[in-house]
Each structure stands twice: as structure tokens, then as C-alpha cells.
């Protein structure tokens, strides 16, 4: 029997929106709360989203 990968769920922010994410956040033009409503993700998506880019 095949098995699916998908397991639903919402849809993974590609790479090209992360680096967006995080170069609005730098510039200080932006708000988390901000950007969040802009891309329609949550805010806490976006602080990850940059707590993880500052990690490294």
C-alpha cells in the first residue's frame, strides 16, 4: 500500500518568503505584527522565523 508524504496541515513558508521575513524585520521598517499581516502568517511564525536566521 503506498503511503502519502503529505500529512496535511498549512503549507511550509519557502525559502525566498523567509529571507523576505527577515530582511523587512532588519531594515526597522516593519513590525512582526506587520509583516504577519502582510504575508498572512501569524506573528509568532515570523519571530521564529527570525530567532532561527539569527541562530545561524
Known amino acids: 500500500m503506498a503511503v502519502s508524504k503529505n500529512k496535511g496541515g498549512r ?3 519557502d525559502n525566498t518568503t523567509k ?3 527577515v530582511e ?3 531594515k ?3 513590525t512582526a505584527k506587520e509583516i504577519a499581516s502582510e504575508l498572512d502568517i501569524s506573528r509568532s511564525s515570523v ?3 527570525i530567532e532561527k ?3 545561524g
Open 11 to 13: 503549507p511550509r513558508l
Open 19 to 21: 529571507v523576505k521575513i
Open 24 to 26: 523587512m524585520y532588519q
Open 28 to 30: 526597522q521598517a516593519y
Open 47 to 49: 519571530y521564529r522565523i
Open 53 to 55: 536566521n539569527n541562530k
